[in-house]
């Protein structure tokens, strides 16, 4: 009977155990993510020529950060593309109609919704130029 007793013990006292280690790396993940600051404040700058709109975005972080899709009222981007750690990069996006694009400008209409992925970690945001 003490044996019983005794394994019981260790297998409720092993479950503790594993419980509060996964517990405790959830919490150190959720700590980590939320320490990440990327792009709190955006460097991020448009540059309009022809029918090609180029967007600069600035990775101050030690990572690599994949924009997976950059998409608004008449533009998108291409490609995806990789903006290496601490780098800034220009990608050029499409502009389908100039003149439509060029008034949502004007009018203030213009948002462009950004799609990044970093550290298994994917990440939407939206900027108004």
């Given at each position: 009977m003490k044996t019983v007793g005794l394994i019981a013990f260790i297998a409720v006292l092993a479950i503790e155990l594993i419980f509060?280690?996964?517990?405790?790396?959830?919490?150190?993940?959720?700590?980590?993510?939320?320490?990440i600051n990327?792009?709190?404040?955006?460097?991020?700058?448009f540059?309009?020529?022809?029918n090609k709109l180029e967007v600069c975005?600035?990775?101050p972080e030690n990572f690599p950060v994949v924009v997976c899709s950059i998409n608004?009222?008449?533009?998108?981007?291409p490609s995806s593309a990789v903006i290496?750690?601490?780098t800034a990069e220009n990608i050029t996006l499409q502009v389908?109609?100039?003149h439509e694009f060029?008034?949502?400008?004007?009018?203030?209409?213009?948002?462009?919704?950004i799609k990044l992925h970093f550290l298994n970690v994917t990440v939407c945001t939206s900027e108004t130029i």
């Open positions: 509060m280690n996964a517990l405790n790396s959830l919490n150190q993940g959720i700590s980590q993510l939320s320490n990327i792009f709190s404040q955006p460097k991020m700058s540059f309009a020529e022809g975005i600035n990775n608004g009222k008449e533009i998108s981007l290496p750690a601490q389908n109609n100039y060029y008034s949502n400008i004007k009018n203030g209409d213009c948002t462009v919704f």
